[in-house]
């Protein structure tokens, strides 16, 4: 069984401030009597539910075509329940009574309840969401080494208010040894996720030398 875990990228879709909207031109043109139309799509690599890689912070860093494959599989995942309002932060304390999930997981991702506002207020959701506090990915790496993945279902592990933050947990997540890759506006809304393992498979929109891309991913339950 497969279900959704990203949001379908259009022009409505909630962006991380400063990220350039999806844009769409459309032309036509004639021949033979018949009319074709075509279509010149152009969006960020952070739009959407995407998967940032080491070269978005990290000089030298690997890019989507480096580090990932056309099917990237994260297995086990795992989710966990850490209820946040506003600009709450994650911080180490909230993680403690989850350590078994984050111990036998490849990929973690964390449900704050963000994603129930994406809809109804997506400036909220883009400016005034939970983060991520940059002591949380070393934690992650003395508990499970094996992690190779975060997720959350909110805009950013970082919020506008707090740039300096933000760059320092991206780094910390992407430059650290080893790597753990971003997966961030993620929808984590089944509530299976939280039951149990599954496996996750993600699909890079664009497969090519990027620091990040917009994907489908998917939660398969065997």
Not at 31 to 60: M, N, Q
Not at 168 to 190: K, M, Q, T
């Amino acid at each position: 069984m497969l279900i959704p875990i990203s949001y379908p990228l259009n022009r409505r879709a909630p962006l991380y401030p400063g990220t350039e909207p999806l844009a769409i031109s459309r032309t036509k043109s004639f021949e033979k009597g018949d009319a074709e139309e075509k279509s010149l799509i152009a969006f960020s690599s952070h739009a959407g539910t995407h998967i940032d890689l080491p070269r978005h912070f990290c000089p030298d860093g690997g890019s989507v075509q480096g580090l990932l494959a056309p099917e990237a599989v994260f297995e086990p995942s795992r989710c966990i329940a850490i209820p946040k309002t506003g600009t709450e932060p994650i911080r180490i304390y909230d993680l403690l009574e989850h350590l078994d999930a984050i111990r036998t997981s490849r990929a973690l991702f964390v449900r704050t309840g963000s994603g129930r506002v994406r809809g109804s207020d997506p400036d909220a959701y883009a400016n005034a969401h939970p983060w991520v506090h940059h002591e949380v990915p070393g934690f992650l790496r003395m508990e499970n080494p094996a992690l190779r993945l975060f997720g959350i279902d909110a805009i950013s592990i970082a919020i506008p208010a707090e740039p300096e933050e933000g760059t320092e947990a991206h780094r910390a997540f992407l430059c650290g040894s080893p790597h753990i890759f971003l997966l961030e506006d993620v929808d984590l809304s089944y509530g299976r996720l939280l039951e149990e393992p599954w496996t996750l498979r993600v699909y890079p929109v664009v497969f090519d030398d990027l620091e990040g891309v917009p994907v489908v991913a998917l939660a398969e339950f065997g």
